[in-house]
């Protein structure tokens, strides 16, 4: 179990920074768009 919850934990670590990154990408895209 302990092994599961390490795994699980580093998962929800990792998600929110890949979801920041992903949204601020979309975003720097779409003003890079709106801009030409």
């Given at each position: 179990?302990?092994?599961?919850?390490?795994?699980?934990?580093?998962?929800?670590?990792?998600?929110?920074?890949?979801?920041?990154?992903?949204?601020?990408?979309?975003?720097?895209?779409?003003?890079?768009k709106a801009k030409m």
């Open positions: 179990m302990n092994q599961t919850q390490g795994r699980l934990g580093e998962e929800f670590d990792v998600s929110p920074v890949f979801t920041r990154k992903y949204i601020v990408g979309m975003r720097f895209a779409y003003e890079n």
